[in-house]
Each structure stands twice: as structure tokens, then as C-alpha cells.
């Protein structure tokens, strides 16, 4: 049983393509989370929800927009994407804020 | 703001030996959390060891373990007994125990493990 599953886990598109990623944890965090790893392998957060509210948003531009249906998942929605938006980006859970991350296994995102 | 820096981007052990991957930090404040994170080819970021500031002991998991000098600002990463299934990159986090909502993380240290 996957506790924070994404999907995809490739995605390959051409510039200024829209395109989402999604995120569903089963473990019943009130806590999520997306983390950006960009092609140095430098990990940042840009946005945390909890209990569907959110709570950070990194200064990421606003092309990117998250969605939280409900506790168990947070999708990211990217509008017009740019070459310089290609990384691996992961979802994360956490019971509350003050307990450890778990990470899903990342969606490694390509534009041409 | 806080920084997380750790100075190996590299790092390499032969099979059985210990190795010492570093980690220093930037912050003003008393009360945080560090951690140790592990990714290893599969992408997968897995919890290797957690410290919280306040504790004067060192954390350990099994073979895993950490020098946590907190008025240097350093949290050292020894890995005992060297196993291939050890290679990964590492990375170094620091989460304040205020503002709770996000990891900041190092650039990473790549660990390779020699038979």
C-alpha cells in the first residue's frame, strides 16, 4: 500500500502546455505539501495546505495552482509551462506540522 | 532566514568502513529540528534521522547516527558499517520549531559506496 502516491511519475510536454500533476495520501494526514528538486537536486517548498487551507505559498509564480479537494489530496494544476519549470516535483504528507514528512516518489516533469 | 549548507557535494566508502557526510546551518533561533534525508536512485526521499535542538543527546537509528553541536550550528551524518544499499544522496534539513510548515534543505551530498 503506497502512502503518498503521485501520479505521473513522467510527464513529457511541449511549452506552454497546461498540464496537472496529482497527489493522494492514505495515511490521514491533515498536512500537504509540494517540493520542487530542480536539475542540481536543490529541494524547495512551494506550497503547504492543511486541512485543505493554504498555508505556504513560496513565492512560486502564479501560473502554478494547487487544489485541495479534500485532506487526502493536493493536485497541481500548471499553466503555460516554461523550459525552466522541467524538475521532479514531490508531494509530501505530514500528521499535523510537527511531525516527520512523508514523501511521495516524485513526478519527474520535462518540457520541450 | 535560515540556510542549510553542506560542503561535500561528494562523498565515497568502501563496503564495511564509516563514513562522515557534514551539514552546517544558519539560524537565530533556540528551538528547531534537523534532519537526515536519504534519496536514493528510486527518487524515493526517506527519513534516515531526526534531532530536535533542545535534546544534548545525539540521535541514532541502528547504524545511522549524529554529532549535533548546536553551538557551531553543526549536525554531522556518520554511517556505520557501510552497506551498497547506503548509496543515495543525502540531504541536510532544518525545520524551526516556529514555523513549522516547511523543511529547507541543503544541496545534497552524494554518497557512493564501494565494494
Known amino acids: 500500500d503506497t502512502a503518498v502516491s503521485q501520479t505521473p511519475k513522467y510527464l513529457v510536454t511541449q511549452m506552454g502546455n497546461d498540464k496537472s500533476i496529482k497527489c493522494e495520501q492514505n495515511?490521514?494526514?491533515?498536512?500537504m505539501y509540494w517540493y520542487k528538486q530542480d536539475s542540481k537536486k536543490f529541494l524547495k517548498i512551494m506550497f503547504s495546505?492543511?486541512?485543505?487551507?493554504?498555508?505556504i505559498n513560496e513565492t512560486v509564480p502564479n501560473r502554478f495552482s494547487p487544489k485541495s479537494p479534500d485532506k487526502a489530496h493536493l493536485n497541481l494544476h500548471i499553466n503555460s509551462l516554461e523550459l525552466g519549470d522541467s524538475a521532479v516535483y514531490f508531494c509530501?504528507?505530514?500528521?499535523?506540522?510537527?511531525?516527520?514528512?512523508?514523501f511521495g516518489s516524485g513526478t519527474q516533469l520535462s518540457v520541450l | 532566514a535560515q540556510t542549510v549548507t553542506q560542503s561535500q557535494p561528494e562523498m565515497s566508502v568502501q563496503e564495511a568502513e564509516t563514513v562522515t557526510l557534514s551539514c552546517t546551518y544558519d539560524?537565530?533561533?533556540?528551538?528547531?529540528?534537523l534532519f537526515w534525508y536519504k534519496q536514493p536512485p528510486s527518487r524515493q526521499m526517506i527519513l534516515v534521522i531526526r534531532?530536535?535542538?533542545?535534546?544534548?543527546q545525539n540521535a541514532t537509528e541502528n547504524r545511522f547516527s549524529v554529532n549535533f553541536q548546536k553551538a557551531a550550528k553543526s549536525f554531522s551524518l556518520k554511517i556505520s558499517d557501510s552497506q551498497l544499499g547506503d548509496a543515495a544522496m543525502y540531504f541536510c534539513a532544518y525545520r524551526s520549531a516556529w514555523n513549522t510548515d516547511k523543511l529547507i534543505f541543503g544541496t545534497g551530498t552524494r554518497l557512493q559506496v564501494f565494494p
Open positions: 509530501a504528507s505530514s500528521l499535523g506540522t510537527n511531525e516527520k514528512l512523508f
Open positions: 539560524t537565530s533561533e533556540s528551538d528547531y529540528y
Open positions: 534531532q530536535e535542538a533542545y535534546k544534548q
Open positions: 495515511l490521514g494526514h491533515d498536512t
Open positions: 495546505y492543511n486541512n485543505k487551507e493554504l498555508i
